[in-house]
């Protein structure tokens, strides 16, 4: 029973006949009116308006494109700089990690080892013996004459 107490009502007008509606009056027709003839002078002053604003447009938009064009450039210019700075920063980290390798490689060929192991192997060099040091003792100090 409780569904039948609710408030929802039905829409009667829906069965209801249509109504008529008034036919739309077509539009009226223009009035043509005679307009006044220009005189030349009057026809000289518009085309001297015209060729004005005319005048007025070009001289704006040169205006606008000396301020546009060379912003366009400069942007072009830049992005131009942008690009060798990265192959410049590119060739840079390059020849960094060369310079890194051959240091290495230079540090492996002067290591001592190798020095020594060169100069006995294909020099044919040897240490020194004790006896084959001479240690000089000066008396008159830092003093050096030549041998007559």
């Known amino acids: 029973m409780a569904a039948y107490q609710n408030n929802a009502a039905y829409d009667f007008s829906m ?5 008529k509606r008034p036919k739309a009056q077509a539009p009226a027709r223009p009035k043509i009116v005679a307009t ?5 002078q009057q026809y000289a002053e518009e085309q001297k308006a015209i060729r004005l604003k005319v005048l007025e447009f070009a001289i ?5 494109a000396t301020a546009i064009v060379p912003n366009i450039f400069s942007r072009v210019h830049v992005n131009e700089l942008n690009g060798q700075i990265a192959t410049m920063s590119k ?3 390059e020849m960094k990690s060369e310079n890194t390798r051959l240091n290495m490689e230079l540090k492996s060929k002067i290591s001592v080892a190798n020095v020594q192991n060169y100069a006995e192997n294909v020099l044919g060099m040897v240490k020194r013996d004790r006896y084959q040091v001479y240690y000089f003792d ?4 830092n003093e050096i004459l030549p041998v007559q």
């Open 60 to 64: 704006v938009a040169v205006l606008c």
């Open 138 to 141: 000066l008396e008159n100090g």
């Open 91 to 93: 060739q840079l980290n």
């Open 15 to 19: 069965f209801e006949p249509a109504k």
């Open 36 to 40: 006044n003839r220009k005189t030349p």
